[in-house]
Protein backbone atom coordinates (compact mmCIF):
# COMPACT_ATOMS: atom_id res chain seq x y z
CA UNK A 1 0.00 0.00 0.00
CA UNK A 2 1.10 4.02 -0.52
CA UNK A 3 3.18 4.94 2.44
CA UNK A 4 4.57 8.85 2.93
CA UNK A 5 6.47 8.48 6.23
CA UNK A 6 7.91 11.67 7.72
CA UNK A 7 10.91 12.09 10.13
CA UNK A 8 13.13 14.69 11.40
CA UNK A 9 11.34 16.77 12.94
CA UNK A 10 11.70 18.19 16.58
CA UNK A 11 12.37 21.24 19.02
CA UNK A 12 14.71 23.63 17.86
CA UNK A 13 16.13 27.18 18.71
CA UNK A 14 15.34 30.27 16.53
CA UNK A 15 18.04 30.76 13.68
CA UNK A 16 18.65 26.84 13.96
CA UNK A 17 18.45 23.98 11.46
CA UNK A 18 16.45 20.89 10.79
CA UNK A 19 16.28 18.41 7.94
CA UNK A 20 13.15 16.74 7.14
CA UNK A 21 12.74 13.67 4.96
CA UNK A 22 9.99 11.72 3.96
CA UNK A 23 10.35 8.22 2.86
CA UNK A 24 7.66 6.82 0.00
CA UNK A 25 6.31 3.61 -1.00
CA UNK A 26 3.41 1.59 -2.70
CA UNK A 27 3.94 3.58 -6.01
CA UNK A 28 6.26 4.79 -8.94
CA UNK A 29 7.73 7.60 -6.66
CA UNK A 30 9.55 9.06 -10.39
CA UNK A 31 6.22 10.05 -11.87
CA UNK A 32 4.68 12.02 -8.57
CA UNK A 33 5.72 15.49 -7.98
CA UNK A 34 6.56 15.59 -4.52
CA UNK A 35 5.35 18.65 -1.68
CA UNK A 36 6.36 20.13 1.39
CA UNK A 37 3.14 21.65 3.44
CA UNK A 38 2.86 22.64 7.05
CA UNK A 39 -0.47 23.53 9.24
CA UNK A 40 0.07 25.81 11.96
CA UNK A 41 -1.80 26.00 15.27
CA UNK A 42 -4.91 27.29 14.41
CA UNK A 43 -4.16 27.37 10.80
CA UNK A 44 -4.98 26.30 7.25
CA UNK A 45 -2.35 24.01 5.77
CA UNK A 46 -0.25 25.75 3.29
CA UNK A 47 2.06 25.02 0.53
CA UNK A 48 5.88 25.08 1.64
CA UNK A 49 7.52 23.63 -1.53
CA UNK A 50 7.07 21.26 -4.05
CA UNK A 51 9.57 19.70 -6.81
CA UNK A 52 8.86 18.21 -10.12
CA UNK A 53 8.92 14.33 -10.63
CA UNK A 54 12.54 14.35 -12.04
CA UNK A 55 13.72 16.98 -9.64
CA UNK A 56 14.41 19.65 -12.47
CA UNK A 57 11.90 22.37 -11.24
CA UNK A 58 11.16 23.49 -7.57
CA UNK A 59 8.66 25.98 -6.16
CA UNK A 60 8.93 27.90 -2.92
CA UNK A 61 6.44 29.80 -0.98
CA UNK A 62 7.66 33.16 -0.45
CA UNK A 63 8.43 32.78 3.45
CA UNK A 64 10.20 29.33 2.60
CA UNK A 65 12.89 31.14 -0.71
CA UNK A 66 16.03 31.73 1.30
CA UNK A 67 15.55 29.54 3.83
CA UNK A 68 14.49 26.25 2.95
CA UNK A 69 15.86 23.78 -0.08
CA UNK A 70 13.37 20.65 -1.15
CA UNK A 71 15.27 18.01 -3.14
CA UNK A 72 14.59 14.04 -3.75
CA UNK A 73 16.50 10.95 -4.46
CA UNK A 74 14.28 8.80 -6.79
CA UNK A 75 16.73 5.90 -6.66
CA UNK A 76 15.59 6.23 -2.76
CA UNK A 77 12.34 7.21 -2.98
CA UNK A 78 12.62 9.76 -0.51
CA UNK A 79 12.21 13.92 -0.50
CA UNK A 80 13.78 15.96 1.94
CA UNK A 81 13.31 19.50 3.29
CA UNK A 82 16.57 21.19 4.57
CA UNK A 83 14.94 24.49 6.55
CA UNK A 84 17.38 26.83 8.14
CA UNK A 85 16.99 30.13 9.82
CA UNK A 86 14.15 28.64 11.47
CA UNK A 87 11.50 31.12 13.14
CA UNK A 88 9.26 30.45 15.60
CA UNK A 89 6.66 31.34 12.90
CA UNK A 90 7.73 28.48 11.36
CA UNK A 91 6.64 26.28 14.29
CA UNK A 92 3.96 23.48 12.52
CA UNK A 93 2.85 19.90 11.55
CA UNK A 94 5.12 19.91 8.35
CA UNK A 95 3.54 16.83 5.87
CA UNK A 96 4.51 15.53 2.38
CA UNK A 97 2.70 15.19 -0.26
CA UNK A 98 3.09 12.78 -3.74
CA UNK A 99 0.46 14.54 -6.28
CA UNK A 100 -0.47 13.67 -10.07
CA UNK A 101 -3.06 14.43 -12.03
CA UNK A 102 -5.12 11.69 -10.85
CA UNK A 103 -4.50 11.19 -7.19
CA UNK A 104 -2.57 12.53 -4.18
CA UNK A 105 -1.43 10.80 -1.15
CA UNK A 106 -0.71 12.06 1.88
CA UNK A 107 1.58 11.14 4.89
CA UNK A 108 1.13 11.51 8.61
CA UNK A 109 2.79 15.17 9.50
CA UNK A 110 5.93 15.57 11.50
CA UNK A 111 5.91 18.34 14.30
CA UNK A 112 8.40 21.25 14.01
CA UNK A 113 8.52 23.55 16.85
CA UNK A 114 10.64 26.81 16.97
CA UNK A 115 11.17 27.79 20.44
CA UNK A 116 14.01 29.28 22.70
Known amino acids: QVQLVESGGGLVQPGGSLRLSCAAS????????MSWYRQGPGKTRELVAI????????HYEDFAKGRFIISRDNDKNTVDLQMNSLKPEDTAVYFC?????????WGQGTQVTVSS
Open 97 to 105: KAGSSAIDY
Open 26 to 33: GFTFNKYA
Open 51 to 58: IQALGGFT
